[in-house]
């Protein structure tokens, strides 16, 4: 049976599926969890990592701890999607540290963001000082998320 993620086997794709939940996890455990030796499990995680199918390890920090339990998903609308605004619009939007997450959109507007803050005053103030003043930004629209439900990190189904 060939595999849904080409170049990946259920022993790669076990690997990832751990470490998508415990990136700490020990190379033995790691092993023992996929049903795998130490040694081909290492192997497979350095393959991984050098193709690039693992990216880096991180922290995942409680952003409600933070104070940061604001979150707003802003609709963006641009003046201009020839190929020079949008690199100035993506080279501008990354600089803004509120700014967790930021989709180019196939949609009756040009992107998504997901802009978390501590208050509905400092939302205000990211909007109308930093979103609304990036390049080619003609207009936007907010919706304010009420809980998150699900968050597994961005992997998917595997």
């Known amino acids: 049976m060939q595999s849904r993620f080409p170049g990946l086997d259920r022993f ?5 599926r751990e470490l998508s939940h415990n990136g700490r996890v020990s190379v033995s455990d790691l092993a023992r969890g996929i049903g795998l030796s130490k040694s081909p499990t290492q192997t497979r995680l350095k393959r991984l990592e050098a193709e690039g199918f693992i990216q880096g390890y991180r922290a995942l920090i409680d952003p409600i701890r933070l104070g940061l339990d ?23 939007v990354v600089q803004v540290p509120e700014i967790e997450e930021v989709h180019m ?54």
């Open 12 to 16: 790669d794709q076990a690997i990832l």
């Open 70 to 92: 604001h979150v707003a998903f802003v609709e963006v609308k641009l003046t201009d999607t020839r190929e020079m605004a949008l690199a100035a619009f993506n080279a501008a």
């Open 105 to 158: 959109l196939a949609s009756h507007f040009d992107y998504l963001l997901k802009v978390r803050c501590r208050s509905m005053s400092d939302f205000r103030a990211v909007l109308g000082e930093k979103v609304s003043s990036l390049p080619y930004v003609s207009s936007t629209s907010t919706y304010m998320s009420m809980q998150t439900v699900k968050d597994d990190g961005g992997l998917g189904p595997m």
